[in-house]
């Protein structure tokens, strides 16, 4: 008795779940190290780049906004633990980008080498954003001129910069398969 479903007389082979999640891992870890060892070395005008912002990002948009979701809130709940960060606002602003990011995948149709480069743009500045609201919210007296200035735009850019080779990096990692389905109109 085989586990291969058969349609119609043909053998239909279904995703290797299990190399996915592999490959999740990977990234994952990768992502983290990146993220606590490497960036806080590297700053343009007083910002550091995200890395966990922009791998969440290229998972998310070759695998789909669920995937997306869920990476995203494992590694940047994982992060906000390693970096002591309070608990739950980098794992909520990770699934947030995780989520819109596979979502615009999903439904704009780019060009391959233009879309990780809109998309981890607009998740720099949303995310930024977010993690400002929440330094509000948690009554920190943070100005929000220099924030703007300082800390988001520089953000933004460096993380765009990166974007490209990131996304290769991690396209490459997972064997070049893209899994997120464009709507068609």
Do not use: K, W
Not at 21 to 35: D, E, K, P, T
Not at 99 to 126: F, K, N
């Amino acid at each position: 008795m085989s586990l291969t479903p058969r349609i119609g007389g043909e053998v239909r082979h279904g995703p290797h779940v299990g190399l996915d999640l592999v490959r999740l891992f990977g990234a994952g870890l990768a992502a983290m190290l990146l993220q606590t060892t490497v960036s806080p070395h590297i700053g343009v005008l007083g910002a550091h780049p995200d890395f966990v912002l922009i791998i969440v990002v290229c998972v998310a948009l070759l695998r789909g906004a669920e995937v997306g979701a869920v990476f995203g809130f494992v590694v940047g709940g994982l992060v906000s633990v390693l970096l002591f960060e309070p608990a739950g606002i980098g794992a909520f602003v990770m699934v947030t980008i995780g989520y819109l990011s596979g979502r615009y995948a999903e439904t704009v149709d780019l060009s391959p080498g233009l879309l990780p480069v809109i998309a981890v743009l607009a998740a720099s500045l949303l995310g930024g954003a977010m993690y400002a609201l929440a330094q509000f919210l948690l009554e920190r007296q943070v100005p929000t001129y220099y924030v703007a200035t300082r800390v988001l735009v520089p953000m933004a850019v460096l993380n765009t910069l990166l974007a490209a080779p990131v996304y290769l990096v991690v396209h490459s990692l997972f064997g070049g398969e893209h899994h997120a389905r464009v709507l068609e109109a």
